[in-house]
């Protein structure tokens, strides 16, 4: 990450939280700098404060690396989603690549596909991802949280395909890529020597790795090293 970047990461802090969120995230920019988002698996609300003021984004699935520029004294924080968590309004399949603008309700609230919620932070995110809950805007798909838990492996029926593509915006397969690239990367930037990173995540070989990571997450083994 840039030194002109800071951020902090969190988890959820009860089971119920955590059963939507993957994490939560907060993000400032003290000079100009740009910022580098890469497929992890997750869709994301953000909650941005800029020099156009406050603006909250829904983020779909992503398979490709997005640059995120930013000036001193921007900030957001964001939520991110697990993959089975999705919009029954607002699938997955209709948010790939893409990003949703929602409409500001006050100075304190939002409009979620009609629903006025009051805005969250840092601290209180998880009190938001309760309200999305409970008002039905949000649901964890079964089929797709069996799926994740058995890793993606064997996930052969048509059916099952066309409905994952539906929930989360991506293949089965492309979406377990995805999610193994993002283990491996944080493997690696814990220290994890590359050809144990491809052994523990079923890599084929430590070129399989290096190939998969250059393709989907734009970097290499070496990039990642600890800084």
């Given at each position: ?8 990461t ?9 059963r ?23 869709w ?36 991110a ?6 919009m ?35 601290g ?17 798909d ?44 944080t ?29 989907i997450l ?10």
């Amino acid at each position: 990450m840039p030194a002109d970047i800071r951020r902090e990461t969190r988890e959820a802090d009860t089971p119920s939280a955590a059963r939507f969120i993957a994490r939560i995230e907060q993000v400032e920019y003290t000079a100009a700098a740009a910022e580098v988002a890469r497929p992890d698996g997750t869709w994301d609300l953000v909650f941005s404060q800029g020099r156009n003021g406050l603006m909250v984004l829904q983020t779909g699935q992503t398979d490709r690396v997005v640059q995120l520029p930013g000036e001193a004294g921007d900030r957001y924080f964001n939520i991110a989603f697990r993959p089975e968590v999705y919009m029954p309004r607002r699938p997955g399949a209709t948010m790939t690549n893409l990003g949703h603008v929602h409409a500001l309700a006050g100075q304190k609230g939002c409009l979620i596909d009609g629903e006025k919620l009051e805005l969250p932070n840092f601290g209180n995110a998880e009190q938001f991802v309760m309200a999305l809950a409970s008002r039905g805007l949000i649901e964890v798909d079964r089929l797709v949280l069996r799926a994740g838990q058995a890793g993606w492996q064997g996930v052969d029926d048509r059916s099952l395909q066309r409905h994952s593509a539906h929930v989360t915006g991506l293949s089965p397969k492309k979406l377990q890529q995805i999610i193994r690239a993002d283990a491996a990367a944080t493997q690696l930037q814990q220290g994890l020597r590359p050809a144990d990173v491809a052994a523990e995540l079923g890599y084929s070989d430590q070129a399989h790795l290096t190939n998969s990571l250059r393709r989907i997450l734009d970097v290499t083994p070496s990039q990642l090293k600890p800084g």
